[in-house]
Protein backbone atom coordinates (compact mmCIF):
# COMPACT_ATOMS: atom_id res chain seq x y z
CA UNK A 1 0.00 0.00 0.00
CA UNK A 2 1.55 3.48 -0.76
CA UNK A 3 0.02 6.50 -0.05
CA UNK A 4 0.81 10.81 -0.32
CA UNK A 5 0.65 10.67 3.57
CA UNK A 6 0.26 8.80 6.66
CA UNK A 7 -1.08 10.65 9.53
CA UNK A 8 -0.54 8.27 12.99
CA UNK A 9 -3.29 9.07 15.84
CA UNK A 10 -6.53 9.74 15.44
CA UNK A 11 -7.39 12.34 18.41
CA UNK A 12 -8.77 15.76 17.53
CA UNK A 13 -6.04 16.96 15.67
CA UNK A 14 -4.92 13.90 13.18
CA UNK A 15 -8.44 13.83 12.33
CA UNK A 16 -8.62 17.38 11.31
CA UNK A 17 -5.63 17.48 9.46
CA UNK A 18 -6.97 14.37 7.88
CA UNK A 19 -10.31 16.40 7.09
CA UNK A 20 -7.79 19.07 5.73
CA UNK A 21 -5.85 17.12 3.37
CA UNK A 22 -8.49 14.19 2.12
CA UNK A 23 -10.12 14.96 -1.36
CA UNK A 24 -6.61 16.99 -2.42
CA UNK A 25 -3.97 14.01 -2.05
CA UNK A 26 -4.00 9.88 -0.82
CA UNK A 27 -4.45 9.97 2.56
CA UNK A 28 -4.64 6.98 5.01
CA UNK A 29 -5.01 7.37 9.12
CA UNK A 30 -4.40 4.75 11.92
CA UNK A 31 -5.80 4.78 14.81
CA UNK A 32 -4.79 2.47 18.46
CA UNK A 33 -7.62 2.52 20.00
CA UNK A 34 -11.02 0.69 18.30
CA UNK A 35 -13.09 3.92 18.78
CA UNK A 36 -12.39 7.64 18.87
CA UNK A 37 -12.45 10.00 22.11
CA UNK A 38 -12.18 8.65 25.42
CA UNK A 39 -9.20 10.46 26.49
CA UNK A 40 -9.10 12.76 29.83
CA UNK A 41 -9.89 15.88 28.25
CA UNK A 42 -11.85 18.82 29.64
CA UNK A 43 -13.26 19.70 26.03
CA UNK A 44 -12.82 23.41 26.50
CA UNK A 45 -12.38 25.28 23.16
CA UNK A 46 -12.07 29.10 22.36
CA UNK A 47 -15.82 29.64 20.83
CA UNK A 48 -13.70 32.29 18.34
CA UNK A 49 -11.28 29.70 16.90
CA UNK A 50 -13.72 26.92 16.95
CA UNK A 51 -15.92 29.08 13.63
CA UNK A 52 -12.44 29.92 12.31
CA UNK A 53 -11.17 26.15 12.62
CA UNK A 54 -14.64 25.51 11.75
CA UNK A 55 -15.41 22.21 13.94
CA UNK A 56 -18.17 20.54 14.04
CA UNK A 57 -20.91 22.10 16.15
CA UNK A 58 -22.64 18.73 16.79
CA UNK A 59 -19.75 18.44 19.21
CA UNK A 60 -21.00 21.60 21.25
CA UNK A 61 -22.39 20.78 24.56
CA UNK A 62 -22.74 23.88 26.51
CA UNK A 63 -21.07 27.97 25.99
CA UNK A 64 -19.34 29.59 28.48
CA UNK A 65 -19.59 33.58 28.95
CA UNK A 66 -16.86 33.80 31.32
CA UNK A 67 -15.43 32.62 34.30
CA UNK A 68 -15.30 33.04 37.57
CA UNK A 69 -11.72 32.99 39.76
CA UNK A 70 -11.30 31.59 43.08
CA UNK A 71 -8.37 32.22 45.40
CA UNK A 72 -8.32 30.84 48.88
CA UNK A 73 -10.05 33.95 50.10
CA UNK A 74 -11.22 36.52 47.13
CA UNK A 75 -13.25 36.02 44.03
CA UNK A 76 -13.92 37.91 40.72
CA UNK A 77 -15.80 37.54 37.59
CA UNK A 78 -14.81 38.16 34.12
CA UNK A 79 -17.60 37.73 31.63
CA UNK A 80 -19.36 39.01 28.20
CA UNK A 81 -22.52 38.23 26.62
CA UNK A 82 -21.72 36.49 23.86
CA UNK A 83 -20.36 32.31 24.21
CA UNK A 84 -16.75 32.75 24.76
CA UNK A 85 -15.39 29.16 25.12
CA UNK A 86 -17.69 26.37 23.97
CA UNK A 87 -17.29 22.87 26.14
CA UNK A 88 -16.97 19.77 23.72
CA UNK A 89 -17.96 15.77 23.65
CA UNK A 90 -14.38 14.76 22.81
CA UNK A 91 -15.49 11.75 20.91
CA UNK A 92 -18.42 13.54 18.19
CA UNK A 93 -15.31 16.14 17.88
CA UNK A 94 -13.30 13.32 16.56
CA UNK A 95 -15.59 10.86 14.89
CA UNK A 96 -17.27 13.90 13.18
CA UNK A 97 -13.23 15.29 11.84
CA UNK A 98 -13.24 11.47 10.80
CA UNK A 99 -16.32 11.78 9.11
CA UNK A 100 -15.79 14.33 7.15
CA UNK A 101 -11.85 13.25 6.25
CA UNK A 102 -13.39 9.81 5.03
CA UNK A 103 -16.33 11.33 3.03
CA UNK A 104 -13.44 13.37 1.16
CA UNK A 105 -11.86 9.87 0.64
CA UNK A 106 -9.07 9.07 3.44
CA UNK A 107 -8.43 5.38 4.31
CA UNK A 108 -9.18 4.99 7.81
CA UNK A 109 -7.74 2.10 9.61
CA UNK A 110 -8.63 2.02 13.16
CA UNK A 111 -7.83 -0.32 16.17
CA UNK A 112 -4.26 -0.37 14.11
CA UNK A 113 -0.90 0.70 16.18
CA UNK A 114 1.71 1.92 14.39
CA UNK A 115 4.89 -0.16 15.32
CA UNK A 116 7.84 2.04 14.20
CA UNK A 117 10.09 2.53 11.12
CA UNK A 118 11.21 -0.51 8.85
CA UNK A 119 13.42 0.52 5.38
CA UNK A 120 10.96 3.89 5.05
CA UNK A 121 8.07 2.19 5.55
CA UNK A 122 5.62 2.09 8.80
CA UNK A 123 4.92 -0.85 10.32
CA UNK A 124 1.60 -1.57 11.42
CA UNK A 125 -0.48 -3.86 13.66
CA UNK A 126 -3.96 -4.69 13.74
CA UNK A 127 -4.83 -7.38 16.72
CA UNK A 128 -2.17 -9.91 15.83
CA UNK A 129 -1.48 -9.16 11.81
CA UNK A 130 1.21 -7.07 10.97
CA UNK A 131 1.82 -5.21 7.89
CA UNK A 132 3.88 -2.24 6.36
CA UNK A 133 2.54 1.14 4.73
CA UNK A 134 4.54 3.24 2.45
CA UNK A 135 3.93 6.95 1.93
CA UNK A 136 5.58 10.38 0.46
CA UNK A 137 5.16 12.11 4.52
CA UNK A 138 4.09 10.38 7.44
CA UNK A 139 3.02 12.89 10.28
CA UNK A 140 2.97 12.01 14.27
CA UNK A 141 -0.09 13.08 15.46
CA UNK A 142 0.43 10.53 17.89
CA UNK A 143 -0.33 12.52 21.34
CA UNK A 144 2.28 12.74 24.42
CA UNK A 145 3.72 9.61 24.82
CA UNK A 146 4.47 9.72 20.80
CA UNK A 147 6.34 7.01 19.20
CA UNK A 148 7.12 8.91 16.30
CA UNK A 149 8.83 11.06 18.05
CA UNK A 150 10.92 8.83 19.00
CA UNK A 151 11.37 7.08 16.02
CA UNK A 152 13.06 10.20 14.66
CA UNK A 153 14.85 11.03 17.74
CA UNK A 154 12.82 14.14 18.72
CA UNK A 155 14.39 15.33 22.28
CA UNK A 156 12.53 17.62 25.32
CA UNK A 157 13.09 19.47 27.97
CA UNK A 158 9.53 19.96 29.10
CA UNK A 159 7.78 19.53 32.11
CA UNK A 160 5.43 16.55 32.37
CA UNK A 161 2.47 16.30 34.54
CA UNK A 162 -0.34 13.71 35.25
CA UNK A 163 -3.85 14.91 35.06
CA UNK A 164 -7.28 14.12 36.14
CA UNK A 165 -10.74 15.02 34.95
CA UNK A 166 -14.03 13.82 36.41
CA UNK A 167 -17.63 14.12 35.91
CA UNK A 168 -19.43 15.04 38.72
CA UNK A 169 -23.49 15.64 39.66
CA UNK A 170 -23.57 19.44 42.16
CA UNK A 171 -25.16 22.87 41.36
CA UNK A 172 -23.56 24.58 39.06
CA UNK A 173 -24.08 28.05 36.73
CA UNK A 174 -24.29 26.93 33.55
CA UNK A 175 -22.35 29.77 31.27
CA UNK A 176 -19.62 30.34 33.88
CA UNK A 177 -16.32 28.18 34.18
CA UNK A 178 -14.73 28.18 38.19
CA UNK A 179 -10.79 28.52 38.53
CA UNK A 180 -9.61 27.96 41.84
CA UNK A 181 -5.98 29.18 42.75
CA UNK A 182 -5.09 27.84 45.75
CA UNK A 183 -1.26 26.36 45.84
CA UNK A 184 -1.82 25.63 49.36
CA UNK A 185 -4.29 22.74 48.04
CA UNK A 186 -2.35 22.37 44.85
CA UNK A 187 1.19 24.00 44.28
CA UNK A 188 1.41 22.50 40.72
CA UNK A 189 -2.15 23.98 38.80
CA UNK A 190 -4.91 25.61 39.21
CA UNK A 191 -8.72 23.78 39.48
CA UNK A 192 -11.28 23.75 37.11
CA UNK A 193 -14.79 23.18 37.54
CA UNK A 194 -16.32 23.34 33.82
CA UNK A 195 -20.06 22.85 33.89
CA UNK A 196 -21.67 20.37 31.23
CA UNK A 197 -24.88 21.36 32.10
CA UNK A 198 -26.76 22.60 35.58
CA UNK A 199 -26.36 19.54 37.07
CA UNK A 200 -23.16 18.45 35.97
CA UNK A 201 -19.46 19.84 35.69
CA UNK A 202 -16.09 18.67 34.92
CA UNK A 203 -13.60 19.11 36.84
CA UNK A 204 -9.98 18.54 37.36
CA UNK A 205 -6.45 19.40 37.73
CA UNK A 206 -3.14 18.55 36.87
CA UNK A 207 -0.64 17.11 39.98
CA UNK A 208 -1.31 15.03 42.87
CA UNK A 209 -4.47 12.97 42.97
CA UNK A 210 -5.00 14.28 46.61
CA UNK A 211 -5.19 17.95 46.11
CA UNK A 212 -8.07 16.93 43.38
CA UNK A 213 -9.80 15.37 46.48
CA UNK A 214 -8.98 17.58 49.20
CA UNK A 215 -10.51 20.67 46.32
CA UNK A 216 -13.74 18.49 45.78
CA UNK A 217 -14.16 18.60 49.87
CA UNK A 218 -13.61 22.63 49.86
CA UNK A 219 -15.88 22.89 47.40
CA UNK A 220 -18.68 20.81 48.49
CA UNK A 221 -18.54 18.54 45.50
CA UNK A 222 -18.93 14.81 46.61
CA UNK A 223 -16.33 11.87 45.22
CA UNK A 224 -19.50 9.26 45.65
CA UNK A 225 -21.36 11.74 43.08
CA UNK A 226 -19.33 11.42 40.01
CA UNK A 227 -20.10 9.52 36.76
CA UNK A 228 -16.44 9.65 35.26
CA UNK A 229 -13.51 9.71 35.81
CA UNK A 230 -10.15 10.00 33.70
CA UNK A 231 -6.15 10.32 33.98
CA UNK A 232 -3.91 11.70 30.87
CA UNK A 233 -1.13 13.81 31.19
CA UNK A 234 0.56 16.67 29.40
CA UNK A 235 3.87 18.61 28.49
CA UNK A 236 4.85 21.96 29.29
CA UNK A 237 8.40 22.78 26.75
CA UNK A 238 9.32 22.11 23.76
CA UNK A 239 9.60 18.50 21.74
CA UNK A 240 11.61 19.39 18.77
CA UNK A 241 12.48 18.51 15.75
CA UNK A 242 9.10 18.76 14.19
CA UNK A 243 10.41 17.81 10.93
CA UNK A 244 12.76 15.03 10.01
CA UNK A 245 13.31 14.28 6.59
CA UNK A 246 9.70 13.32 5.04
CA UNK A 247 7.97 12.96 9.13
CA UNK A 248 7.08 15.74 10.95
CA UNK A 249 5.00 15.64 14.24
CA UNK A 250 2.00 17.70 15.21
CA UNK A 251 -0.55 18.54 18.18
CA UNK A 252 0.48 17.12 21.48
CA UNK A 253 3.06 14.55 19.49
CA UNK A 254 5.06 18.11 19.46
CA UNK A 255 3.34 19.89 22.75
CA UNK A 256 1.87 22.41 20.86
CA UNK A 257 -0.05 23.12 24.35
CA UNK A 258 -0.59 26.21 26.07
CA UNK A 259 1.44 25.97 29.28
CA UNK A 260 -0.97 28.58 30.69
CA UNK A 261 -4.27 26.15 31.04
CA UNK A 262 -2.64 23.04 29.55
CA UNK A 263 -5.09 23.67 26.08
CA UNK A 264 -4.21 21.83 23.24
CA UNK A 265 -6.86 21.03 20.33
CA UNK A 266 -6.40 24.64 19.50
CA UNK A 267 -2.36 24.97 19.13
CA UNK A 268 -2.52 21.86 17.32
CA UNK A 269 -5.18 22.60 14.89
CA UNK A 270 -3.98 25.45 13.94
CA UNK A 271 0.09 23.67 13.53
CA UNK A 272 -2.02 20.97 11.43
CA UNK A 273 -3.42 23.60 9.18
CA UNK A 274 0.31 24.80 8.87
CA UNK A 275 1.79 21.38 8.15
CA UNK A 276 -1.60 20.51 5.78
CA UNK A 277 -0.14 23.80 3.30
CA UNK A 278 3.65 22.93 3.48
CA UNK A 279 2.22 19.37 2.74
CA UNK A 280 0.66 20.73 -0.53
CA UNK A 281 3.45 22.74 -1.35
CA UNK A 282 5.83 19.55 -1.07
CA UNK A 283 8.60 21.18 1.16
CA UNK A 284 7.61 20.08 5.22
CA UNK A 285 10.68 22.94 6.02
CA UNK A 286 7.88 25.21 5.23
CA UNK A 287 5.72 24.09 8.31
CA UNK A 288 7.62 25.25 11.47
CA UNK A 289 8.47 27.96 10.29
CA UNK A 290 4.74 29.26 9.66
CA UNK A 291 3.52 28.04 13.32
CA UNK A 292 5.95 31.11 14.67
CA UNK A 293 2.68 32.61 16.39
CA UNK A 294 2.05 29.20 18.13
CA UNK A 295 5.25 28.92 18.94
CA UNK A 296 5.35 32.88 20.67
CA UNK A 297 2.18 31.58 22.40
CA UNK A 298 3.85 28.68 24.23
CA UNK A 299 7.10 30.75 24.94
CA UNK A 300 4.57 33.56 26.33
CA UNK A 301 2.84 30.59 28.05
CA UNK A 302 6.28 29.21 29.99
CA UNK A 303 7.33 32.48 31.50
CA UNK A 304 3.83 32.73 32.99
CA UNK A 305 4.34 29.55 34.24
CA UNK A 306 7.51 29.49 35.89
CA UNK A 307 6.24 33.08 37.96
CA UNK A 308 3.12 30.87 38.63
CA UNK A 309 5.54 27.67 40.12
CA UNK A 310 8.05 30.64 41.64
CA UNK A 311 4.96 31.92 43.69
CA UNK A 312 3.48 30.81 47.05
CA UNK A 313 -0.48 31.89 48.03
CA UNK A 314 0.22 35.60 49.35
CA UNK A 315 1.83 35.72 46.03
CA UNK A 316 -1.65 34.69 44.50
CA UNK A 317 -3.86 36.75 46.35
CA UNK A 318 -1.62 39.57 45.70
CA UNK A 319 -2.29 38.70 42.17
CA UNK A 320 -5.80 38.16 42.84
CA UNK A 321 -5.57 41.78 44.32
CA UNK A 322 -4.85 43.30 40.71
CA UNK A 323 -6.31 41.04 38.73
CA UNK A 324 -9.87 41.72 40.52
CA UNK A 325 -9.69 45.14 40.79
CA UNK A 326 -11.86 47.09 38.36
CA UNK A 327 -9.18 48.71 36.28
CA UNK A 328 -8.12 45.11 35.57
CA UNK A 329 -11.33 43.76 35.10
CA UNK A 330 -12.45 46.60 32.50
CA UNK A 331 -9.27 45.70 30.18
CA UNK A 332 -9.54 42.14 30.35
CA UNK A 333 -13.53 42.26 29.51
CA UNK A 334 -12.10 44.26 26.17
CA UNK A 335 -9.20 42.49 25.58
CA UNK A 336 -9.30 38.73 26.85
CA UNK A 337 -9.04 36.39 24.19
CA UNK A 338 -9.07 32.78 25.18
CA UNK A 339 -6.53 31.25 22.67
CA UNK A 340 -4.24 34.54 23.07
CA UNK A 341 -3.13 35.51 26.70
CA UNK A 342 -0.43 37.12 25.33
CA UNK A 343 -2.59 39.99 23.72
CA UNK A 344 -4.71 40.37 27.52
CA UNK A 345 -1.23 40.39 29.25
CA UNK A 346 0.12 43.29 26.59
CA UNK A 347 -3.49 45.11 27.02
CA UNK A 348 -2.70 44.70 31.33
CA UNK A 349 0.85 45.74 30.79
CA UNK A 350 -0.40 49.42 28.90
CA UNK A 351 -2.42 50.55 31.98
CA UNK A 352 0.72 52.50 33.98
CA UNK A 353 -1.28 51.64 37.43
CA UNK A 354 -1.43 47.98 36.76
CA UNK A 355 2.09 47.63 35.48
CA UNK A 356 4.08 48.76 38.22
CA UNK A 357 1.87 47.24 40.62
CA UNK A 358 2.63 43.88 38.86
CA UNK A 359 6.11 44.50 38.68
CA UNK A 360 6.70 44.55 42.09
CA UNK A 361 5.00 41.24 42.49
CA UNK A 362 8.19 39.49 40.20
CA UNK A 363 10.02 42.30 38.90
CA UNK A 364 12.46 40.40 36.41
CA UNK A 365 10.36 38.11 35.09
CA UNK A 366 7.26 40.31 34.81
CA UNK A 367 9.92 42.72 32.56
CA UNK A 368 10.58 39.44 30.56
CA UNK A 369 7.31 38.79 30.06
CA UNK A 370 7.02 42.47 29.03
C1 LIG B 1 -7.00 16.30 32.14
C2 LIG B 1 -6.84 17.00 30.81
C3 LIG B 1 -7.70 18.03 30.46
C4 LIG B 1 -7.55 18.69 29.24
N1 LIG B 1 -8.44 19.68 28.89
C5 LIG B 1 -8.32 20.31 27.71
C6 LIG B 1 -9.25 21.32 27.30
O1 LIG B 1 -10.21 21.63 28.02
N2 LIG B 1 -9.07 21.92 26.09
C7 LIG B 1 -8.03 21.59 25.26
O2 LIG B 1 -7.89 22.20 24.18
N3 LIG B 1 -7.15 20.65 25.62
C8 LIG B 1 -7.27 19.99 26.81
N4 LIG B 1 -6.38 19.01 27.14
C9 LIG B 1 -5.31 18.70 26.20
C10 LIG B 1 -5.89 17.92 25.02
O3 LIG B 1 -6.50 16.74 25.49
C11 LIG B 1 -4.79 17.60 24.03
O4 LIG B 1 -4.06 18.76 23.74
C12 LIG B 1 -5.37 17.02 22.74
O5 LIG B 1 -5.98 15.77 22.99
C13 LIG B 1 -4.28 16.85 21.70
O6 LIG B 1 -4.81 16.20 20.57
P1 LIG B 1 -3.86 15.29 19.67
O7 LIG B 1 -4.75 14.82 18.57
O8 LIG B 1 -2.60 15.98 19.37
O9 LIG B 1 -3.45 14.06 20.62
P2 LIG B 1 -4.36 12.97 21.34
O10 LIG B 1 -5.69 13.48 21.64
O11 LIG B 1 -3.53 12.42 22.46
O12 LIG B 1 -4.53 11.86 20.23
C14 LIG B 1 -3.48 10.99 19.87
C15 LIG B 1 -4.09 9.75 19.26
O13 LIG B 1 -3.04 8.92 18.77
C16 LIG B 1 -3.33 7.57 19.08
N5 LIG B 1 -2.07 6.83 19.14
C17 LIG B 1 -1.08 6.95 20.07
N6 LIG B 1 -0.08 6.11 19.76
C18 LIG B 1 -0.43 5.45 18.64
C19 LIG B 1 0.20 4.44 17.85
N7 LIG B 1 1.40 3.94 18.18
N8 LIG B 1 -0.45 3.99 16.77
C20 LIG B 1 -1.68 4.49 16.41
N9 LIG B 1 -2.32 5.43 17.13
C21 LIG B 1 -1.70 5.91 18.23
C22 LIG B 1 -4.04 7.65 20.44
O14 LIG B 1 -4.83 6.49 20.69
C23 LIG B 1 -4.87 8.92 20.30
O15 LIG B 1 -6.17 8.69 19.82
C24 LIG B 1 -6.51 18.33 28.36
C25 LIG B 1 -5.64 17.28 28.70
C26 LIG B 1 -5.80 16.61 29.91
C27 LIG B 1 -4.87 15.49 30.26
Known amino acids: MRYDVLIIGG ?24 SFGGKACTGII ?7 LDFPKKAVVNSL ?14 GRKSPQAYVVDRKVLERELAKRAIKRGAHYFVGTSFMGFKNGKARLQHLK ?4 VEA ?7 GIPSAVAREIGAKSNAEFLKGYELEVIGEFRKDFTEVWVNKEVNPDFFFWVTPVEEDLARVGTFGELSSLERFLRIRNLKPTSMVEFKAGSVGFGWRMPWVRNNVALVGDAAL ?18 NLARAILNYNLELYPKSCAEVMKQVSFGLKVRKIFKGLNQDGIEKIFQILGSDDAIEVIEEYADFDNHLRTFKALAK ?10 ISPSLIRALI
Do not use: W
Open 46 to 52: GAESYER
Open 129 to 132: ETFE
Open 351 to 360: KPRLLTRLLM
Open 256 to 273: QIKPTTAGGIVFGSICAH
Open 11 to 34: GPVGNYLASLLAGKLDIALVERKQ
Open 65 to 78: RGAVFHSSIQSFEI
Open 136 to 142: RYYVGAD
